[in-house]
């Protein structure tokens, strides 16, 4: 994942990282993009994880991959 921060945007939900703070969503183009939270993080790193195993080439996931149970 490298020493970039997490962010979601608030309007699509795309979970992603950059080194620097975005001032919009790379998936929507909306402004509403903030840090995310705790449970945020953990889902995305969590699921990048496990998505390098299968595909390197993939830094970025939705949280639409992310459902509570």
């Known amino acids: 994942m490298g020493d970039g921060m997490i962010y979601v945007c608030g309007k699509c939900g ?3 990282s950059r080194k620097n703070e975005p001032s919009k969503c ?3 183009e909306n402004q509403c993009v903030m840090t ?3 449970d945020q993080r ?3 790193i969590e699921l990048h994880g ?3 195993e299968t595909e390197n ?6 949280s639409e991959s992310i459902k509570p149970q």
């Open 14 to 16: 795309f979970l992603f």
């Open 26 to 28: 790379p998936s929507c």
């Open 36 to 38: 995310a939270n705790k």
């Open 42 to 44: 953990q889902a995305y």
């Open 50 to 52: 496990k998505l390098n």
């Open 57 to 62: 080439h993939l830094t970025d996931v939705t």
